[in-house]
């Protein structure tokens, strides 16, 4: 439903007990969590979960108010409304009435306007009494509410992602000041949910809490989006052995190294990661498999959560989805080590790469061609660990190939974000939720 529609949909007051009653249903599920927590923790220091659903709480509440109030509102307002309708048959009778008396004193020879106590004549046309076509109230309001965008869409406010303009009702304000409509904060958090370079949700390098648009999400939602952030935040992960399975398992159902999975109820042994067993672990020959597959394949081993990266291209700074620095040479956390922070092959790589992209199908002399190379691997040298200050550069008209983020490697076609300092090109999503 597009936003100009939903603001000329009123509400009806069934709805708005369906959504009454859902809200209250998320606050007895808040209940039931709040009753499992209590005692085990400090009361002075509750953990960042509990700290989440209470400030839920508060919001839910308050919503549950404005929907309410909101329903009264609609109940005084169909009130007055089938009233006014009542008034004006009567009205209507009592003016049929009076041209009934006045044709009856006509037609027995007197003159109805010097009668006693009569009543103003009746004037043809009056609006008062003018019925004009049947109209529920619904579709008067609805009548109303199509003219009120018309003359109030200078304050409606555009979505950073989806480029649409929203009402202020229906747009929210990360801590960076950068909006978003409700709809796209939310698809952030989900699609965080399941994406680890976008957990934490953040915009421009700041983190947005939960509670912004927790009020938008479903019990269903905020339990994946919970069991993610639990997920993400473990260094040491198990998953289950139950390879049909395969699903994350808490460190709160680990036992003495014995991994419980609450799904199918597989155990795990939370040390080798293979089927719960007696005794020491047994050698895992399909890691050591991986590993002999990975050192003849350059790859690196996260020193933080142990997870395999490649180096495509670039300088040897890596950043793991872990958040993790390291270096790419010898494995151990950046900036402490004295290897180079360059392979010469991957430096002209990429400085061809990008003179590639800049000039596109435009034919350069090879004198032309290897300045600008050598001219790309001097900056790439000088910027390669840019941390993007300053606003970026919207690039355009990228002709039938579009443009290729940079982070992501998603292809776009309106546009591109070019850093003004380095010149690497990044999407929206990447410019605003993955850069760190």
């Known amino acids: 439903m597009s936003a100009a529609l939903a603001t000329t949909q009123p509400a009806h007051p069934a709805h708005l007990d369906d959504e009454i009653m859902a809200l209250a249903l998320q606050l007895e599920e808040i209940d039931i969590h709040s009753k499992g927590q209590k005692g085990k923790h400090k009361a002075c220091s509750p953990p960042d979960i509990d700290v989440a659903f209470s400030a839920f709480q508060a919001e839910l509440q308050q919503a549950i108010g404005l929907l309410e109030d909101l329903k009264c509102a609609h109940s005084i307002a169909l009130a007055v409304d089938t009233d006014s309708q009542l008034i004006r048959e009567i009205a209507q ?81 990360a801590p960076c000041g950068t909006i978003y409509c409700t709809d796209c904060m939310k698809t952030l958090f989900m699609k965080s949910a399941k994406d680890q370079s976008l957990y934490p949700p953040s915009c421009h390098r700041q983190e947005i809490p939960l509670t912004l648009i927790a009020w938008k999400m479903s019990s269903e939602e905020l339990a994946q989006f919970n069991t993610a952030a639990i997920e993400f935040s473990t260094l040491d992960r198990t998953y289950c052995s139950n390879l049909p399975c395969g699903k994350f398992i808490s460190p709160d159902h680990i036992v003495a190294g014995r991994a419980t999975c609450e799904h199918c109820g597989e155990e795990t042994c939370a040390y080798c990661k293979h089927g719960s067993h007696t005794g020491d672990c047994p050698e895992d020959r399909e890691l050591q498999a991986t590993l002999e597959l990975a050192e003849g394949m350059r790859w690196r081993r996260c020193y933080n959560c142990r997870n ?68 790309m691997r001097q900056e790439l040298l000088e910027t390669h660990e840019c941390d993007h200050p300053g606003r970026f550069e919207k690039i355009q008209h990228g002709g039938r190939r579009g443009f290729q983020c940079e982070m992501c490697d998603t292809r776009h076609w309106k546009f591109i974000l070019q850093c003004r300092r380095c010149h690497i090109q990044l999407c929206q999503e990447c410019r605003c939720n993955r850069v760190r």
């Not at 019925?131 to 109030?152: C, D, F, H, I, N």
């Not at 979505?159 to 747009?171: L, V, Y």
């Not at 990429?350 to 034919?363: L, N």
Request: aromatic residues 6%; glycine residues 4%; hydrophobic residues 30%.
């Open 93 to 173: 009778e009592e003016a049929q009435g009076e041209r009934d008396r006045r044709l009856a004193l006509q037609l027995s020879g007197q003159n109805p306007d010097l009668a006693l106590d009569a009543p103003p004549p009746y004037e043809e046309g009056s609006q008062e009494d003018d019925a004009g076509p049947s109209m529920t109230y619904a579709e008067r309001q609805r009548t109303v509410l199509e003219k009120l965008p018309l003359r109030s869409r200078d304050k409606w406010l555009q979505c950073i992602a989806c480029i649409d303009k929203f009402p202020p009702h229906e747009i929210v304000h």
């Open 308 to 375: 395999m990266l490649e180096l495509r291209s670039g300088c040897y700074h890596m950043t793991c989805l872990c958040k993790a620095e390291f270096c790419y040479v010898c494995g151990v956390e950046w900036k402490n080590c004295s290897c180079d922070r360059w392979d010469e092959d991957n430096l002209e790589e990429q400085a061809e790469h990008r003179v590639a992209r800049d000039v596109g199908w435009m034919p350069l002399p090879p004198q032309e061609r290897q300045q600008r190379v050598r001219a």
